[in-house]
């Protein structure tokens, strides 16, 4: 069953996620886009550094070709936000990349993005999946197949992508007050995007996992606190002012502060959407996926700006950015973009932004927490994974759909139903639970003004899921 699923299709390489698998998501992308009127304009093709992935790119975009459809290959491992930018920036008809993000090293997959250069919509997403069992009701099996060499192009993506950041970062304030930060590829697509901008603006910056691995050390490349022990020892450690982290496709972030304390994403997110609007000075509201800090609400509401709330994907916060309506999209796995950006999360431009924060304001980041913290008052935040075996599915629905009046003595004043089961509670702390849509797993999300109210939160979770 191929199945896109919150962020592209993704599954274990040699399983499910084969040669033959990938040349016939191709053809039904290649359908789908001659249905749409976009078989004249290139299709951007990408890939990130797992286990053959550079070679599933080649298979996927000689379909593509086969179909008189023109590709533009990447010439090395490229980040999800640069391929999104290159589909704008070119006006391309779309983009196939091959990335499973920060899954563990045993899974590849493949996104496709339609010309808005965002994640593709579900609506896209399952006319493909109807192409797709159309063709395996047909029996059909793409042989092995070289690309139409006069439809393909290669091209360098880093140039005119770095180019652009020019005119959302300051380059200049970071080129004024240089610091020693250390930065985390994670093995990733990242390299060079990152450390690079920084050392060009002289800043020191010493780069931890920077070479090609796809196993990725063992571990999975999230730019987690969990899976990154190493680089916060490396922070502290190495006295930096600032640890800066990618994911595996560099669409995900990771800030470690002074001292090698993990900040977590909520938190990042807060701090970027007050220094867009107090700094920069941009126009518009915020949105934020369900499961994302209620920081954000409280800012909103200190500067009159109003707040978006969507499903958990992407997709949903990039038609925003999109429509230039925020000023920030933010998700709380790590996903950000600002307003004149790709519609896409972008891990790069995140990490920049708070080198550029901390350069301006001359503060570390728990130091900006601090301040952030009186001006609306403190919210912690966290999330747990818990596996979905096949009976906890079964009773899940049953369990999500009882909506108690009260959780741990507090009255539940909404239920959000928009993606998962949210409940919000009388002082603004809330708990939603929602399965996962990569992983075998239901994640539990919580928040509250205390980590002993979380503690309390996470107890009374898990007992209304009966764990």
């Given at each position: 069953m191929i199945k896109f699923g919150t962020s592209g299709w993704r599954a274990v390489i040699a399983d499910e996620f084969t040669f033959a698998n990938v040349r016939l998501v191709a053809l039904a992308i290649a359908q789908y886009l001659k249905e749409g009127g976009l078989a004249n304009r290139e299709v951007v093709v990408g890939y990130d550094t797992r286990f053959m992935s550079n070679f599933f790119a080649k298979a996927a975009g000689a379909v593509l070709t086969k179909e008189r459809i023109p590709v533009l290959y990447s010439t090395r491992d490229v980040p999800t936000p640069v391929i999104a930018f290159t589909i704008i920036d070119r006006k391309a008809g779309g983009a196939i990349n091959i990335t499973a993000s920060h899954n563990p090293p045993r899974y590849n997959g493949l996104k496709f993005s339609p010309p808005s250069g965002a994640p593709a919509p579900p609506q896209v997403t399952q006319a493909i999946e109807t192409k797709i069992r159309n063709l395996q009701k047909k029996g059909v099996q793409l042989e092995p197949l070289e690309p139409e060499e006069s439809l393909c192009q290669e091209a360098d993506l880093a140039p005119t992508y770095i180019q652009d950041l020019e005119t959302k970062v300051d380059f200049p304030a970071l080129a004024a007050s240089p610091q020693k930060v250390a930065y985390n590829a994670l093995w990733g697509t990242g390299r060079g995007y990152v450390d690079q901008v920084l050392k060009d603006a002289g800043w020191r910056v010493d780069v931890m996992h920077g070479e090609v691995n796809p196993l990725f050390g063992g571990r999975r490349p999230e730019p987690s606190e969990e899976e990154m022990p190493d680089f916060l020892e490396m922070v502290r450690e190495g006295n930096y002012i600032l640890g800066l982290a990618t994911d595996g496709d560099a669409d995900r972030f990771g800030i470690v502060d002074k001292g090698g304390r993990f900040v977590t994403a909520n938190h990042v997110l807060a701090l970027v959407f007050r220094y867009l609007v107090e700094e920069k000075g941009l126009e518009g509201g915020v949105v934020r996926s369900v499961a994302t800090t209620h920081l954000l609400d409280r800012l909103a509401h200190h500067y009159g700006r109003p707040v978006y709330e969507t499903p958990v994907g992407f997709k949903f916060v990039g038609e925003y950015i999109l429509e230039n309506r925020v000023v920030m999209g933010g998700e709380e796995s790590a996903g950000l973009s600002i307003k004149g950006h790709v519609p896409e999360k972008d891990g790069i431009i995140a990490?920049?932004?708070?080198?550029?924060?901390?350069?301006?304001?001359?503060?570390?980041?728990?130091?900006?927490?601090?301040?952030?913290?009186?001006?609306?008052?403190?919210?912690?935040?966290?999330?747990?994974?818990?596996?979905?075996?096949?009976?906890?599915?079964?009773?899940?629905?049953?369990?999500?759909?009882?909506?108690?009046?009260?959780?741990?003595?507090?009255?539940?004043?909404?239920?959000?139903?928009?993606?998962?089961?949210?409940?919000?509670?009388?002082?603004?702390?809330?708990?939603?639970?929602?399965?996962?849509?990569?992983?075998?797993?239901?994640?539990?999300y919580l928040e509250a003004e205390s980590q002993k109210r979380l503690d309390i939160l996470e107890e009374a979770g898990k007992k209304l899921l009966g764990i």
């Open positions: 990490c920049l932004l708070m080198a550029e924060m901390v350069a301006k304001k001359g503060a570390t980041v728990g130091e900006l927490l601090e301040d952030l913290f009186l001006l609306v008052g403190p919210l912690y935040s966290r999330r747990i994974n818990i596996p979905l075996t096949p009976e906890f599915k079964r009773e899940l629905p049953q369990k999500l759909a009882a909506h108690p009046s009260q959780v741990a003595g507090l009255k539940v004043t909404d239920v959000v139903t928009v993606d998962g089961t949210k409940l919000v509670l009388e002082d603004g702390s809330w708990l939603l639970f929602r399965p996962s849509g990569t992983e075998p797993l239901v994640r539990l």
